[in-house]
């Protein structure tokens, strides 16, 4: 079993609006991405939620996803790691994926699980614009570790500190994230394009 953790908790702060309810491509950032990891196979999805919990949770009133609602994601990204971990304990692995990568596919999270099968390695990374990140696979041997995450530390701690578990997966337009009005505008450019 193969969990899919999806990270829609925070507040957008340097947007100035809840970017996981931005549209793309005529629907929802969180949308998109939860329906991705359905139609990659994995379940359970889980969602985890902060401020716009209710907002979210309309969003995907349709959707399988269980909603995991954060009390501490002012706090930082780890503790929506944390929370959705708890949650995926009895999976061989879970695959984090940000909202806020309007790229992310059903067949880029595919890729990360073939990864898995045929490299046997315990975290599958995503290789972008020189680093390693999300969306990422980990199986259960790292959830140790995603669990003692600090508030404000990411996935990508994880990633840094087991450099001969990884097996790195190209995905050039995870780069794309949208924080600031200047991404989303980016975005706009790149979607015209």
């Known amino acids: 079993m193969i969990a ?3 990270l829609a908790a925070g507040g957008s702060s340097r947007l100035g609006q809840p ?4 549209p793309y491509q005529g629907q929802s950032l969180v949308r998109r991405t939860a329906e991705a990891a359905f139609a990659a ?3 359970p999805v889980l969602v985890v939620v902060g401020r716009d919990r209710a907002a979210v949770e309309m969003e995907l009133r349709d959707v399988s996803a269980r909603l995991l609602p954060n009390e501490w994601w002012e706090r930082g990204i780890g503790t929506s790691i ?3 971990v708890h949650a995926a304990t009895e999976c061989d692995a879970v695959i ?3 909202c806020d990568q309007p790229s992310i596919s059903a067949e880029a999270i595919r890729r990360l699980i073939s990864a898995r099968a045929q490299t046997e390695k315990s975290i599958i990374a ?4 020189g680093t390693l990140g999300v969306p990422a696979l980990f199986a259960r041997p790292h959830f140790d570790a995603l669990l003692s995450l600090p508030d404000t530390q990411g996935a990508k701690a994880v990633i840094a500190a087991h450099p001969d578990d990884i097996t790195r997966v190209e995905f050039p337009d ?3 994230d949208i924080d600031t009005a200047g991404d989303l505008a980016k975005l706009a450019f790149h979607q015209a394009v």
């Open 82 to 84: 944390r929370t959705g």
């Open 126 to 129: 995503s290789a972008y614009a």
């Open 41 to 43: 196979g994995c379940s």
């Open 4 to 6: 899919a953790l999806v």
């Open 174 to 176: 995870g780069e794309i």
């Open 19 to 22: 970017k996981q309810l931005l």
């Open 96 to 98: 984090i994926l940000a």
